[in-house]
């Protein structure tokens, strides 16, 4: 795709953003460089139009079933040379305030009291103890998360696990009305810079030094997850599959229901596999991109990657995914980030595929409605794996809705005297001032409604199939 090049009043924008961002020693020549260039590439117009009569639906040879997979070795011998060719690494960029906690969200205590970072380490240890490998754990952090990670990986210290941490790029925000960065405007604070999402975690890897590094070690395939993402853990038969077939990248993508219509889906495109996300979606074609018959994968964001693939394409400057807007509004200054998503570089590498994995291995915890499922006996623990209740026949999980009385991690918990029995639930929505007494089984589809007052639901009881107001005694709604 040939890059569009500036009219006379972009490149005069440019050639006055190049000025101002020499002058901010915060962030290095690098940063200076990956941001100038997404500045110029967004200005230009270059974003690829999508021609909708152009996609197809991908093959089985392109989107493969993960019941086709070949099973894992049964050598342990093999397992450790395939294991030691892996890199695991978290995008660990994101705080957990939109759940009302400080710091990274991956120190949110997820269940037995152990955090999302505390169940990778344990899972990474346990493969590394029992096969005798060397799976490193590398984690992206933004500068938000930078410092108190490094204080928390400390604790891991006498683990049986190397622990490495970069940054992502810092870029500074764009001030809309004339395009200056908000640094130079006297923000000096962390609110005039942005991480420009996780496609920065290819330039990353190699501008730190941790690409070169690793490929010194031996390591072939970074496995790429969301930190918390439960279900994304090391997966033998897609590791495998990747080394013999020479797939340079595979994203794994897995069936879509309802609540995943808005979700990027793979496609077919010109002879290449590549990412479709909704932004790219004519208007008329919306519903369409929305339904689960014609589109029916979407992507969980669990990438696996060739090393060697990667240093290539960073050096040759060739991944230019598409640029993601994003405005915002800080102290009333209309700002613009650009980003790009890790999953739009699929269609930059060689023999890239997807795999069509089960939904187990998308267990995100965005909110504490999703909180409330992996604490709940939906799911148990084992060597750090959330592990889903053989006794739950439904293969979907209960929808949960929960109101913002429980929005916080902290309000969440203090409203539950113990988390409810959810086997058999199959949607639960709570709204206004609710309180949970202890061993309470919920069952079918619950509404729980309190506009006008305070509802304590007592210990032990039975919720099936009901609707439960305020306006009512508990007592004659059993």
């Known amino acids: 795709m040939a890059t569009a090049t500036l009219n006379p009043t972009d490149a005069d924008k440019i050639t006055k953003l190049k000025s101002a961002v020499s002058g901010l020693n915060q962030i290095s020549e690098n940063e200076k460089t990956g941001f100038i260039n997404l500045v110029s590439r967004y200005l230009s117009g270059e974003a690829e139009h999508v021609d909708w009569s152009k996609i197809k639906t991908p093959t089985d040879e ?12 049964e050598d342990p011998a093999e397992t450790k040379a395939l294991l030691d060719k892996l890199v695991v690494l978290k995008l660990n960029g994101g705080l957990g305030t939109t759940m009302g906690c400080t710091g990274p969200k991956s120190v949110i205590e997820v269940r037995n009291g152990l955090t999302f970072l505390d169940l990778i380490v344990i899972q990474i240890e346990s493969l590394n103890s029992k096969y005798g490998c060397n799976v490193p754990l590398l984690l992206m952090n933004s500068f938000n998360t930078h410092d108190d990670t490094q204080k928390i990986v400390e604790k891991y210290s006498k683990s049986n696990i190397e622990i490495h941490t970069f940054n992502q790029s810092q870029y500074p925000r764009l001030v809309v009305e004339d395009f200056s960065p908000l640094p130079c405007k006297g923000q000096t604070g962390k609110d005039g810079w942005y991480p420009p999402g996780h496609g920065d975690v290819f330039p990353g890897l190699k501008n730190s030094g941790k690409l070169d590094a690793l490929l010194g070690q031996g390591k072939e395939y970074v496995f790429v997850a969301n930190s918390d993402n439960l279900g994304a853990i090391v997966d033998l038969k897609i590791l495998k599959h990747l080394v013999e077939n020479k797939n340079e990248y595979c994203m794994e993508v897995t069936p879509k229901t309802l609540a995943d219509v ?9 002879g290449k596999v590549q990412l479709l996300e909704i932004a790219q979606v004519p208007d008329e074609h919306v519903n ?66 997807g795999i069509n994995v089960p939904r187990s291995r998308f267990l995100p915890v965005k909110a504490t409605s999703d909180l409330l499922l992996v604490q709940s006996d939906l799911y148990t623990l084992a060597d750090g794996f959330v592990v889903r209740n053989p006794a739950r026949t439904n293969p979907a999980n209960p929808t949960v ?24 639930l199959d949607s639960l929505k709570v709204t206004g001032d609710v309180w949970f007494g202890a061993g309470i089984t919920l069952k ?35």
Request: charge should be positive; aromatic fraction near 8%.
């Open 262 to 270: 808005k979700g990027g889906t793979l496609i077919s495109y010109e």
């Open 288 to 353: 369409e991109f929305k339904s689960i018959e014609k589109f029916k994968i979407f992507n969980t964001n669990n990438l696996w990657v060739n090393l060697k693939a990667i240093k290539r394409l960073v050096e040759a400057d060739a991944l230019k995914m598409e640029i993601i807007p994003n405005p915002k509004e800080v102290d009333g200054v209309k700002v613009l980030q650009l980003e790009t998503a890790a999953g739009a570089a699929i269609k930059f590498f060689d023999k890239a595929i």
């Open 401 to 424: 809705e929960l109101g913002p009385e429980f929005k916080k991690v902290s309000n969440f918990l203090s409203r539950f005297k113990s988390i409810p029995s959810i086997i058999e």
């Open 444 to 478: 079918g589809n619950v509404t729980i409604s309190a506009k006008s007052g305070k509802l304590e639901i007592p210990d032990g009881a039975v919720l099936a199939n009901k609707l439960y107001r305020i306006n009512l005694p508990f007592d004659m709604l059993r």
């Open 62 to 73: 392109i989107v493969v079933p993960y019941d086709s997979l070949k099973p894992t070795p």
